[in-house]
């Protein structure tokens, strides 16, 4: 009997330990769903990452991007190269190229003919910064700006180069900069999202842009990029239905929270917690947009600083302002697309109109965050997806050129947030081909961004299908030499 009584104690105890660990497991599995990075962190540091929380101070609180899509030329803009005048229509040498993979563009030409900027170049500001006379603008706040003219990338041609400065990788299906942002950070107004998009167009041969360069990819929908439209609804379906006022608005999403809290609790899928998020916010938008889209009420200075192209919905300089209001309005992350710099041909008369395009804005955003105290805590970034080729592309008459894409080195510019001003950091050689000081890698550039707003770029992991997945990849090192 005493054999029967132990034998049975025992198996109560399997069954108890077993229910156990079930639940343990089945519990580990749904915290696992609803925190994805409960588990995550940082390899071998024990580190577990907590969304919405910086791993140290930051220098910066917000960040405005504003991306010049196409790949404006270095050496009509930063990059002065007069060496290029003087050997005009030689092909480029060998040994400079050195094998370099080009595009299907030139990659059959028979000759690389070096062409000279046809624009003057003068030196400003205490770093004796050469800026082409393109960017008067820009070159009057070159004391506030710091100028990389080392960058580069593997990526040659732009889908896979826009979406590698974006994502961190070539191919699409990953989280944009400003999602990673968002995720990591969260917003600083619960009445906005944590990451805007605005597009314009310019005036040269544009690439277009599309919406997997804010997607969120496999993080939370939350975290996706809301694109600001020109016109009377800046967000597609954010305003009420015929018919429907705000207390029947109300009333219906409630009871759809009622039903998605329902299905929630049924299936555990956290993108469900995340639609409902969505519907409360795009409630909270439609007093919020408005407002803070609403130019009119500027006052006439700022219209003067910012061009009168400023009061047309659309164009850079409408967006470059409401890029302010945003940034003045707690939104984390705001990318500016510009595009219009695919200059393969005709680049002196395409150029000159992008550059009138973006050149006063750029600076008058400059000047404005500065007067508000906000550049301090706000990283300005200008810049493109890589370079353009020295020799020539399509025909070599002087004001009829145009250049190829050029991954190698390129330049662009940034300010605010924790960054030194007034420098030129890193160098090319004379052709402007290779970098020769202080190279800078696309995820350097993304790993110093995360730095200045209080992340470490190897802890903000997301763990996806048994992989842990980071902006910067596997590489990145922060460029402490444009640190303030």
Not at 235 to 256: A, E, F, H, I, Q
């Amino acid at each position: 009997m005493h054999d029967i009584l132990k034998e049975t104690s025992l198996n109560i105890n399997r069954r108890q330990f077993f229910s156990r660990l079930s639940t343990g497991i089945g519990g580990a599995a749904l915290g696992s769903l609803l925190i994805p990075d409960l588990f995550s962190g940082s390899a071998g540091s024990g580190e577990a990452f907590l969304p919405g929380k910086p791993h140290f101070a930051p220098k910066a609180k917000r960040i405005i991007y504003l991306f010049q899509s196409g790949a404006p030329s270095q050496l009509e803009s930063f990059d002065y190269k007069p060496l290029l005048r003087q050997k005009m229509g030689e092909d480029l040498p060998e040994s400079i190229r050195g094998g370099q993979r080009l595009t299907g563009m030139t990659a059959n030409q028979a000759r690389f003919p070096l062409v000279g900027s046809l624009f003057e170049f003068q030196q400003y500001g205490q770093a004796r910064a050469w800026v082409s006379e393109l960017f008067p603008h820009t070159a009057s706040v070159v004391d506030d700006i710091c100028i990389i003219k080392s960058l580069f990338t593997e990526a040659i041609n732009h889908d896979p180069a826009i979406t590698f400065f974006q994502t961190g990788a070539q191919q699409g299906n990953r989280p944009s900069m400003g999602a990673w942002m968002s995720y990591g950070l969260g917003s600083e107004n619960q009445n906005l999202p944590a990451f805007c998009v605005l597009v314009s167009k310019g005036k040269g041969n544009g690439q277009g842009v599309y919406a997997k360069l804010w997607s969120n990819g496999f993080l939370d929908s939350i975290h996706q990029g809301v694109q600001f439209m020109p016109g009377a609804d800046p967000v597609l379906y954010l305003g009420n239905p015929g018919g429907t006022d705000g207390t029947s608005r109300r009333k219906m999403l409630d009871n759809l929270e009622q039903l998605n809290q329902m299905r929630y609790e049924e299936l555990g899928d956290p993108e469900i917690l995340a639609r409902i998020k969505q519907y409360e916010m795009a409630y909270r938008m439609q007093t919020s947009v408005p407002e803070v889209t609403d130019l009119s009420r500027e006052p006439d200075h700022i219209i003067k600083l910012y061009g009168p192209d400023c009061l047309v919905p659309g164009t850079y300089a409408a967006n470059c302002l409401l890029a302010r209001k945003l940034a003045e309005n707690g939104v984390r992350f705001i990318q500016l697309y510009h595009q219009g710099w695919d200059q393969h041909g005709n680049l002196p008369t395409e150029m000159t109109g992008q550059a009138k395009d973006v050149d006063q804005a750029s600076a008058a955003l400059v000047q404005d965050l500065k007067q508000r105290g906000l550049l301090e805590d706000t990283l300005l970034i200008w810049g493109g997806e890589f370079g353009r080729t020295n020799y020539c592309q399509g025909k070599l008459a002087h004001n009829e050129y145009g250049r190829d894409h050029h991954p190698r080195a390129f330049s662009v510019w940034l300010t605010g947030g924790g960054v030194k001003t007034g420098i030129v950091f890193g160098e090319t050689d004379d052709f402007g081909y290779n970098i020769t000081r202080d190279p800078v890698h696309v995820h350097d550039f993304q790993a110093t961004i995360l730095h200045q707003m209080g992340i470490d770029h190897e802890k903000l992991i997301y763990k996806h299908l048994g992989r842990r997945y980071r902006l910067t990849d596997v590489h990145g090192k922060i460029v402490q030499g444009i640190l303030a």
